[in-house]
């Protein structure tokens, strides 16, 4: 097309505007500080150093590193948003993408950053974003001046070439808070531990291969979520896609009782949970971008537990993995998705078995005791019928607390025994689309959990042993579909 006989007019972005909207890009500040980590990666650094200082409003954040450094010349075109095109070709190696990361991670969580930067055969250059500058004066301009106390930052000091990236007026965390403030230094404070975790879990491969990250002059040590060189590990065959550029192996960790308590803490990682932890853990070039999901494929359950599956990818796929500005996102294209998912299933039936096993040993070491199941069959009149089993423990124990009332409980299960939609059940179960759900799958099991802890103790303090007591909720309906829970009853957990 020809475009030189249109009439134009020029409707550039108002610069104002425009970076507000780069705040709302939705960052957490954890995530914001591991995008501008990733430029100093990929400024070949080996050494980067977080810190921070409280003061209120006033407080700072900054991230320095001994990379190779930017002159002048290249400092302003770093700071320019869209500094490269996100179609450009990058270095195998690189983990940027957008040319915005700097930018928008910085103005998402405070109001002025300052670059400096040192290179080989120059001298220190600095500049400064300040949004209160932009919105007044409405252009794209860069100051010249550090809007924070400059002996604060010395990193440079110490090393040949580098950069550092200086966060004041952190407004999103500090805005109008005096230094005095104890209850906001302790949010600031637990955000920071926040922050560091975070770290050590995206940037591990990393740290593990000699890069430092030191956070207020400590080494920020590597989270493994695989516990590679743990005893009972069982990592499962590799899947190469798409010429290798996508690399698939998944792991199934030790079962609890394989694990120190240490050991079994430290994978619960930064969220604590090993329920959150599982799925898939997605790199590019080494770097976790996603941390535990099953993508949308599967949800997450407990007896999903001891299941990460490690997926490698190189940057080159950026575009139709749908990788985001915030590196905090990838989603396979669609016709990955199902080859992906069958190698999932694979791991994650063997995570279950394994998971399971020990349930499975304490129920076949069991099995004398009798079954407490929660409906019974029965004939009347020659037809058959479900009953609810008055003697099933807890029903036993709730008809008991009801005393005098008793009688309406009855009634109430005389309704639903009369009523069990059998046909209904055995008409779906038959047709086999919608598979029927166990008992309390898809649950948080936390209460279930409890209602077992609570069985356990009742059960010692009627004089049975620990393993009596085992035995005897591992055969009552529904725990006998749980029985991987046994483990946490003796309250070690
Ligand atoms: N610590 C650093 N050391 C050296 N150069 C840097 C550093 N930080 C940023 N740069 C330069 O500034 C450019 C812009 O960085 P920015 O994070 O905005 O975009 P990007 O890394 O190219 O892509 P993305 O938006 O995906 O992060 C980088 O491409 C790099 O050339
Ligand atoms: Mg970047």
């Not at 006989?5 to 108002?14: G, H």
């Not at 007591?469 to 829970?485: D, M």
Request: net charge neutral; hydrophobic share 35%; charged share 25%.
């Amino acid at each position: 097309m020809d475009y030189s006989r249109i009439i134009s007019t020029p409707a550039e972005p108002e610069a104002s505007s425009m970076i507000e909207t780069f705040r709302a890009i939705g960052y957490s500040i954890e995530t914001a500080v591991a995008d501008i980590i990733d430029n100093s990666i990929s400024a070949r650094a080996k050494n980067i150093w977080v810190d921070y200082k409280w003061d209120g409003s006033g407080s700072i954040i900054s991230v320095s590193d001994d990379g190779l450094g930017m002159n002048n010349e290249e400092l302003i075109q770093a700071m320019r948003p869209g500094s490269r095109h996100p179609l450009e070709q990058r270095n195998e190696d690189d983990l940027g993408r957008f040319g915005l990361g700097l930018k928008t991670a910085s103005f998402s969580q405070c109001r002025k950053f300052t670059v400096i930067s040192r290179k080989a055969g120059y001298s220190e250059v600095y500049w400064t974003w300040d949004l209160d500058y932009v919105n007044e004066s409405r252009v794209w301009n860069l100051l010249k001046y550090k809007p924070f106390d400059e002996t604060y930052c010395d990193q440079l000091h110490d090393v040949e070439t580098g950069t550092t990236v200086v966060w004041a007026d952190i407004d999103r965390l500090t805005q109008g808070i005096s230094a005095e403030n104890e209850e906001s230094k302790m949010v600031f404070l637990k955000v920071m531990d926040k922050v560091r975790n975070h770290l050590s879990m995206v940037f591990h491969r990393y740290i593990s291969s000699g890069i430092t990250i030191w956070f207020r002059g400590r080494k920020i040590p590597a989270w493994d979520p695989f516990m590679i060189g743990s005893d009972g590990l069982q990592a499962r065959p590799k899947t190469e896609l798409e010429n290798k550029l996508v690399r698939i192996k998944g792991f199934v960790l030790p079962h609890r009782s394989k694990l120190t308590p240490a050991q079994y803490n430290y994978a619960k990682g930064p969220e604590q949970s090993w329920t959150a932890h599982q799925g898939f853990y997605i790199y590019r070039n080494r770097r976790l971008l996603v941390a535990g999901d099953w993508l949308g494929m599967f949800k997450k359950e407990p007896h999903y537990d001891l299941c990460r599956i490690q997926v490698d990818l190189s940057n080159s796929l950026d575009n139709e993995w749908q990788i985001d500005i915030k590196k905090s996102l990838a989603r396979p294209p669609a016709r990955l998705k199902q080859i992906i998912k069958n190698v999932a299933s694979d791991v994650r039936t063997v995570a279950v078995e394994v998971y399971r096993h020990k349930g499975k040993v304490v129920k076949r070491q069991f099995s004398q005791t009798a079954f407490s199941p929660v409906w019974i069959e029965k004939t009347r009149h020659g037809k058959r019928f479900y009953k609810i089993n008055r003697d099933h423990p807890i029903l036993k124990s709730l008809l008991q607390n009801f005393g005098a009332s008793r009688i309406k409980l009855e009634k109430a299960f005389e309704f639903i025994e009369e009523t069990v939609p059998v046909p209904l059940i055995s008409l779906h179960e038959n047709e086999n689309e919608i598979q029927h759900s166990q008992p309390f799958e898809n649950k948080n099991h936390d209460p279930f959990i409890e209602i077992m802890k609570q069985m356990y103790i009742t059960c010692l303090s009627e004089g049975l042993t620990s393993d009596q007591a085992k035995s005897r909720i591992a055969n009552i309906e529904p725990f006998n579909f749980y029985l991987e829970y046994l483990d946490q009853l003796d309250g070690n957990d």
